[in-house]
C-alpha cells in the first residue's frame, strides 16, 4: 500500500524560507520509474504544480517558480524535501506531494498541508 | 511551456444529466493527459490516465477521449456524488500543467 505524508511548518514569516518534507512508504525511490512531486493550491483556487524528483534524479521546475525552488531526496528514509524561498502571503496553500511513475500523472497523493504567510 | 485551457470554468447540471469537460493544450501533447476529482478539503483523485483509460475502481459513467491538443472527459448519467472540481493535467513536457478547473454544481 502506497501512502504518502507532507510536514512542516504551518505558518511562516514573509521572506522566510519554506522546508517541507513529504515521507513516503509502499515504494522506494531506487526503483526505475519512480517520481515525486509537490503540487499547492490556494484556498478556493486551482491546482499548481511545482517540482518532481525522479529515481535517477531527475529533477523538474515549474517555470515561474525555478528561481526559488530545490528539491532533494534522501531514498535511505524514504523522504522528499521541497525548499522555497522568499515566502510571500501569495504562497499561502496547501501543499501536496504525489507519486508520479514513468514520467506519468500522479497516481497516489498525500493529505496535504496547509502553509500560511504572514507576519 | 505548455498551457492548459479548461472549460467551462463551471457547470450547474441535474442527476442523470451527461456533462463534458473540455481541455486543450497549447501545443501537441499526444495522449499525456489525465483527469482528476477533487472533493472539498480532499487531495485530488486520479479518474482518467493516458488520456482515455479509466482508472480502477473509478465507475465506468467517467470517460476519456483525445489525443494531440483537445481532450475531453464525459459523464455519462450524474450521480450525487460527481458534484465536485474537476482538473486535467498534462505531463508531456519537461513541466506539467494543470487545467484552471472545472466547479461542477448541482442544477
Known amino acids: 500500500q502506497i501512502t504518502l505524508k507532507e510536514s512542516g511548518p504551518t505558518l511562516v514569516k514573509p521572506t522566510q524560507t519554506l522546508t517541507l518534507t513529504c515521507t513516503f512508504s509502499?515504494?522506494?525511490?531506487?526503483?526505475?520509474?519512480?517520481?515525486v512531486g509537490w503540487i499547492r493550491q490556494p484556498p478556493g483556487k486551482a491546482l499548481e504544480w511545482l517540482a518532481l524528483?525522479?529515481?535517477?534524479?531527475?529533477?523538474r521546475y515549474s517555470p515561474s517558480l525555478k528561481s526559488r525552488l530545490t528539491i532533494t531526496k534522501d531514498t535511505s528514509k524514504n523522504q522528499v524535501v521541497l525548499t522555497m524561498t522568499n515566502m510571500d502571503p501569495v504562497d499561502t496553500a496547501t501543499y501536496y506531494c504525489?507519486?508520479?511513475?514513468?514520467?506519468?500523472?500522479?497516481?497516489?497523493w498525500g493529505q496535504g498541508t496547509l502553509v500560511t504567510v504572514s507576519s | 511551456d505548455i498551457q492548459m485551457t479548461q472549460s467551462p470554468s463551471s457547470l450547474s447540471a441535474s442527476v442523470g444529466d451527461r456533462v463534458t469537460i473540455t481541455c486543450r493544450a497549447s501545443q501537441g501533447i499526444r495522449n499525456d493527459l489525465g483527469w482528476y476529482q477533487q472533493k472539498p478539503g480532499k487531495a485530488p483523485k486520479r479518474l482518467i490516465y493516458a488520456a482515455s483509460s479509466l482508472q480502477s475502481g473509478v465507475p465506468s459513467r467517467f470517460s476519456g477521449s483525445g489525443s494531440g491538443t483537445e481532450f475531453t472527459l464525459t459523464i455519462s448519467s450524474l450521480q450525487p456524488e460527481d458534484f465536485a472540481t474537476y482538473y486535467c493535467?498534462?505531463?508531456?513536457?519537461?513541466?506539467?500543467?494543470f487545467g484552471q478547473g472545472t466547479k461542477l454544481e448541482i442544477k
Open positions: 524528483i525522479y529515481w535517477n534524479d531527475d529533477k
Open positions: 493535467l498534462q505531463h508531456n513536457s519537461y513541466s506539467y500543467t
Open positions: 504525489a507519486h508520479s511513475y514513468y514520467y506519468g500523472s500522479f497516481i497516489y
Open positions: 509502499g515504494f522506494s525511490l531506487s526503483t526505475s520509474g519512480v517520481g
